[in-house]
Structures are given as C-alpha cells and as structure tokens.
C-alpha cells in the first residue's frame, strides 16, 4: 500500500500545528544536564542493546558520492540504510522527533525512543505500509513523514554547539522517477542540503541519513530547521538534536587522523566513517586540483579573451571616434547642401523671371524693329525726295545764319534799349519828384456815421490834387497834393502810383513809401490792408517777383525781408524770435543810406514767404489803446525790403532799398487827453514826426544839410 500526500485520513495524517512538549523541554531546560530526559532512557537500552546489523548491506558508494554532492557545507555525512542500534548515541542526544508520526517505545516501556512529531509549523503528517528495505533496527521511523512546506523549530535549547541527524524516506513516489521530487534544508537559515533528491540517492521505500550537521544555538535557545521545495513537496522521517561532545569534531588530517580545531594536534581516526570521510577529502582535493588547474586554464582564456575584449574596444571607440568625425561632416555638408540648394532655388527662380523679362523685352524689340523697319523705309523715301531738295537746304542755312546774327545784333540793340529806358524811366520819377505827397481821405466809419459826424473834406478839386476843408461855413481852406484818393478810391488805385517804384528799386534805386496822419485816419489800413484787400506792403513785393520772375532771363534777384518798430524812441525787431538784450541801433552807411545792424534779414523767394512774414511783424507790433481810436497803433512800423541784382549779361550788381512805413499817429497832444506812459508815447511820437518833418522840408528845398541825425 503506498501513502498518499492528500487528502489523508484523518487518523493518519495530523495537521500542521506546533506542538511542543513543555514536559520534555522544560524538565529539560531546568536540570542541570540537558539530556536529562525521560525518553532518553529508551535510547540507553537502545545503545546497551545494540549489536552490530548481521547483514550490512552497505550502500553503494556512488549513492552516497550522489547525497553529498547534494550537502552544501562541511561536516555533515550520509548514510544511505537505516539507524542501527550502534548509532544510536544516548548521551549526545538532546531529541529525537519521529516525523509525521507518534511516539516510539524502546525496549524499556517507561522511556520513549523517538517522540511523537511535534515542534513543526506547516506540512502534513503521513504514513505508510509497505516495507522499508534496509531500514535498519527502527524501520517505522521511515514509515511516517512529515510532508509539504515546513519548519521545525526547536526552543529552550541551552546556548552551544550541536548536531543535527535527518532521516529521509521516500514513502509517496516509490517507483520515481528521479527528480520528481526535490528539496533544500536550511538550517538556522543556512542552506546545508540543495534540491536534495531521496529517489534518486536511494530509491523507494529506502532510509537515507544526513547526519552531523552542525548547528549553533544562541541565546535564543532555538533551532530552526526550514524544509523548502524545488520541485515537488518536500517530506522528512525523523529529526535528531545531539549535544555537540565535549571535544568537537576533528578535521581530517593525515589518512587515520584528524587535526583537532581546539588544540590542533592530530587525533587518530579510525572509525569507517572517519575513514570514509578521508577517502573523500582525498577524492575532492584530487577534484579541487582538477578543478584548480582547470579554473587556470580558464583564467589564462579570460585575460587572453579579457585583452582581445579590450583591444577590441580600443578599436570600437576608434571607430566610433571616426563615424563621429564623418557625422559631423555629413551635418556640414548638409548644411553646405542646403545653403548650395537655397542658392540655387533663388539663381533658378531668377533665372526665370529674367528669363520672362528677357521674352517681354525681345518681343517689344522685336515690334520696334518692325515699326522702325517701316519708318526707315519710309525715311529712305524722305531721304530720296531731300537728297533733290539739298540744293534749296544750303541755301536755307545761309538764311538761318543770317537770322542768327540779326538776332544778336537785335539782343544788343534790345540791352542798349533797355538800359535807355531804365535811365528814362528814373528820369521820369525823377521829373515826377522825389518826393510825392498824396492824400488819401477814408469814407466814415459806421460809428462815425451813426453818430452824426458829417464829411467835412470837400473833394471838388481832387482831380487835380487839390481837396478843401469846410470849416463850420466859413471859407474853406484848400490843400494840394500830388495826388487825393477820395473815400470811393480802393487800394488798387492807391497802389497804382507806388507801383512804378518798384521797377525803380529792381533798377538799383532807393525808395522809401511812407503813410503819415492822425490815429485812425487808414495809415496801417493803406500800408498793409487786409487778407481780402491787401495794402501797398503786399502789392509792392507782389509787383517786385513778378518783376523779378519777368526778367529771370537777364537778372538774378536776392530779395530778403527785415521789419522793424520803433516806440518811444527804441527800436525793436519784430522777426526777431526771442528778445535781444542788446539795443538795436539805426547807423548811417553812406549819404541817405542807412542799416540797423543785427537786424533779422528774412530771405523770401515768392509772395506767399513775403505774407508770412508780415503776418509775424504785424502780431509783434506793439498796440495799445487810447480814448481817440481803441486800435490805434503808437509806434513807426518799418518794413525794409533789401534787393540784390546781378545783370547775367554784363555782371553787374546792385544794392536797393525799398522802406515801406507806417508811422504812429500824429495827433496834438492836447486832444488825446494823454497821461503818464501814454503822455511819453505821445511826446516822443510827435517829436520824431517833427524831426521827420524837418528832413523832409530840407528834402524838399534840396538844402544843403539835411537834419537826418535829428530823425534818427
Ligand atoms: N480807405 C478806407 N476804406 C475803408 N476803411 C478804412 C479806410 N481807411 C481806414 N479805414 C478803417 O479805419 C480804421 C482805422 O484805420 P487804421 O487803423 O488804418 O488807421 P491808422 O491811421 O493806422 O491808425 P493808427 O495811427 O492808430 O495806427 C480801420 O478800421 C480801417 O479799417
């Protein structure tokens, strides 16, 4: 009958519990020799008893050979048949736990031989009937086991060294194979036995014996023996513990003796097994020498490998250096490929719009050579028809000639003429006088008119320069002038008779054009007018450009602009962009010539310059206002117009001055009312008018001194 792991009955197979023996340990741990147990007394019968098996059937060495190539540290031994009597150590063993099974009686009733199994964690507990063959003097040690993952773990052990004796059995596959079954031993966590395989040491049904493994308790007073399986559950019979004796365990010195670990002296072995344990060393030295020069041999191929890896290398990172190299070539040709191409796209796309603009223009050519083809021959028809008329051609150019030179003989005539009537023309001002007197009498104001006043100017004999002043029915007083503008007489015709001046000036003569009267008699209104009915001021450079612009063939003007105020006897600029602390001064250049130096020359080249600047002149002008006309002006307001002409055919040049003035007015002071600062204003104003006066008086009567250091 074979055992079966599962599911077992329940009689035969016990559950994985710990079940220690407080008896047994703690009687154990409390007397003073540990292997002071009842059982043990069992085992003393057992080694009383014990008689030499009659039939050792000694186990083949090859299985043994199998088992210990299986035991991982030294020490520990195998015996492939069951324990005999004459194994059975009493005084070293501590416990013996029959594994998966119940307690076994020795030969004496009152003691245990093997305890009951306990102590484990884990497993299962089973049996079996059939026959343990070389099962030695306890062969129902191996018919039970414990069997599936497990650990024993033993507590209350006194601290020391001690021995461990496993017995195994395979009771389950009895027929094998080998290796259906393998498992490792760990004992204290150390693993002593790797993927032990029973079968195949011993086969079925048969004992196997791993005895001696060493195994030290510390202070915790335990040892644990851990069962793991490889492949397969793995299962143990019986598990002894043996007090290490007193002197431990020699190694094996020279064949027959051992060297003693405690006091290194050599101590006669001659047991079988010690003897058997012999023949092994010399066995595995033989295989370590093997092993040894084989390992050298391997050694001298993993440097000879080792070098070739190295050099290897050494060529790998070469190459590797060098494919680096090439790729960051090949990224610098790509680069250089793809500036080449961009370069080569914007050549081609030029290309071809050159290439379209090339087509456009050969075709337009290609229409003008026809079209000119056409008009050559139609030109060779006209050269024919000329080449009959060359004869009529000469002469024609000798009649051309002729005109030419007419021409410049009529141009010199034409300068001869021009300077003739240039000298005639200021003659004639000349002849007029150099000093013309016109009146110009406005028409009543609205207010005036509103308020009653009447006219009291009789214009009778204004055609002839005379005008009468009525005066309250008595006779009236007449005045003359060169000319009387009556209120119905606009700027135009005012300007009419200023207007040949201007060709004085452009001619190199100096003209002065002053308007002299009384506060709000139209002084500033004739001088500058308004934007919708310019005065003299405007017309004068209107005339002057296009004068100017008329003779651009023969002369080139420079005309610039200066406008100046005088008030109470200072002068100011009025183009000047900020005030000068220094104090303009009128000087005498030459006889009748005067300048202010420092004095702002605007340069103006067309009319619409010119307005500019009279507009910023008259903003600056000072006004004030007084109780005979609000808007009265109180100072001399003086525009110069300075002109510079080079004649371009025979290079000469003048310098002229036109003066255009608009004086303050020229009321009696008694009338005005005057006070204070408007007093001084008054004073000085007739003051300078009375100079005036005086210069011209002497003017007039072409006296030989003229006051003009008074008028200045
Ligand atoms: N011929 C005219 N036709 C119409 N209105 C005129 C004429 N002359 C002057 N006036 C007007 O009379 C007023 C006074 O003229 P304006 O200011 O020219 O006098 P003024 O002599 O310059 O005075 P002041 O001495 O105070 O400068 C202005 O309103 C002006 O428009």
Redesign the pocket.
């Known amino acids: 009958r074979r055992a079966t792991p599962s599911p077992p009955s329940s009689s035969r197979i016990a559950g994985g519990e710990i079940h220690p023996d407080p008896t047994h340990l703690s009687r154990g741990m409390e007397g003073d020799d540990p292997m002071d147990f009842t059982w043990t007394a069992g085992w003393e019968a057992a080694c009383v008893d014990a008689s030499p098996d009659p039939d050792p059937d000694p186990a083949p060495q090859e299985a043994e050979a199998e088992a210990e190539s299986m035991i991982l540290v030294s020490g520990p031994r195998v015996a492939v048949s069951g324990l005999r009597r004459a194994d059975c150590r009493a005084g070293e063993c501590v416990l013996f736990v029959n594994a998966g099974g119940c307690a076994i009686q020795g030969d004496h009733p009152s003691a245990n031989l093997f305890s009951s199994d306990s102590f484990f964690q884990g497993g299962e507990s089973i049996e079996t009937s059939e026959n343990i063959v070389q099962g030695g003097d306890y062969p129902s040690l191996y018919s039970s086991a414990r069997y599936g993952d497990f650990t024993y773990r033993f507590d209350g052990l006194a601290p020391g060294d001690y021995y461990l004796d496993l017995h195994f059995a395979e009771i389950v596959h009895t027929a094998g194979p080998t290796g259906i079954r393998s498992f490792d031993v760990l004992v204290q966590q150390d693993k002593i036995l790797s993927q032990l395989d029973v079968f195949k040491v011993v086969g079925g049904n048969r004992p196997l014996q791993v005895l001696d493994i060493r195994a030290f308790v510390g202070s915790n007073g335990a040892i644990t023996i851990d069962f793991k399986g490889v492949r397969g559950n793995p299962m143990v019979c019986g598990i002894c513990i043996r007090k290490s004796p007193a002197t431990p365990a020699a190694k094996l010195g020279t064949r027959g003796s051992g060297l003693c670990k405690k006091c290194l002296t050599d101590v006669e072995i001659s047991s079988p097994i010690q003897k058997r344990t012999a023949k092994l060393i010399s066995k595995y030295e033989k295989q370590i020498e093997e092993l040894t020069s084989q390992c050298n041999i391997k050694s001298d191929e993993c440097s000879m490998a080792w070098s070739l890896v190295e050099s290897t290398n050494q060529e790998l990172d070469r190459l590797k250096m060098e494919l680096h190299q090439k790729l960051v070539q090949t990224d610098n040709f790509e680069q250089v490929l793809d500036t080449q191409t961009d370069q080569l796209r914007k050549v081609s796309q030029n290309y071809e719009n050159d290439k379209k603009l090339w087509a456009a223009a050969i075709s337009n050519l290609e229409r003008k050579i026809k079209a000119m083809k056409q008009e050559q021959a139609l030109l060779s028809l006209e050269a024919h028809d000329c080449a009959h008329a060359i004869p009529d051609l000469s002469k024609m150019i000798e009649a051309v000639r002729a005109l030419v030179a007419q021409c410049d003989d009529l141009k010199m005539k034409y300068h001869e003429e021009m300077a003739k009537r240039k000298k005639l023309h200021n003659i004639v001002q000349e002849t007029k006088g150099n000093i013309r007197v016109f009146c110009?009498c406005?028409?009543l104001?609205k207010v005036e008119t509103s308020s009653g006043y009447k006219c009291v100017v009789d214009f009778d004999g204004a055609n002839d320069g005379d005008i009468g002043i009525i005066n309250g029915g008595t006779a009236k007083k007449t005045f003359k002038f060169d000319r009387v503008y009556t209120?119905k007489d606009d700027q135009a015709e005012v300007y009419a008779d200023a207007s040949p001046l201007v060709t004085s000036v452009l001619d190199g003569y100096n003209v002065c054009i002053f308007a002299y009267?009384?506060?709000?008699?139209?002084?500033?209104?004739?001088m500058e007018g308004t934007e919708r009915n310019r005065g003299v001021n405007y017309r004068t450079l209107e005339e002057l450009f296009k004068i100017a612009e008329e003779r651009k063939d023969t002369v080139t003007y420079n005309i610039s602009v200066s406008v100046l105020e005088v008030y109470n006897e200072q002068i100011r600029d009025l183009l000047a962009t900020s005030p000068s602390s220094k104090k303009l001064e009128i000087k005498q250049a030459g006889e009748g010539s005067h300048h202010v130096p420092g004095i702002v020359e605007a340069k103006v080249e067309d009319i619409n310059e010119v307005w500019d600047v009279l507009q910023t002149g008259s903003n600056s002008r000072a006004v004030g206002s007084n109780n005979v006309?609000e808007?009265?002006?109180r100072s001399h307001c003086m525009l110069c117009i300075m002109v510079r002409a080079k004649n371009l055919i025979n290079g000469d040049c003048t310098r002229s001055k036109l003066w255009l003035v608009?004086l303050?007015?020229s009321e009696r002071l008694a009338k005005t009312d005057a006070q204070g600062d408007r007093l001084k204003e008054a004073q000085n104003i007739n003051r300078s008018l009375s100079a005036l006066g005086d210069v011209i008086s002497a003017l007039a009567s072409r006296s030989s001194h003229i006051p003009y250091r008074f008028a200045l």
Do not use: E
């Open positions: 110009r406005r028409p104001s209120p009267g009384q506060t709000g008699t139209g002084k500033t209104f004739t006309n808007h009265s002006s608009d303050a007015g």
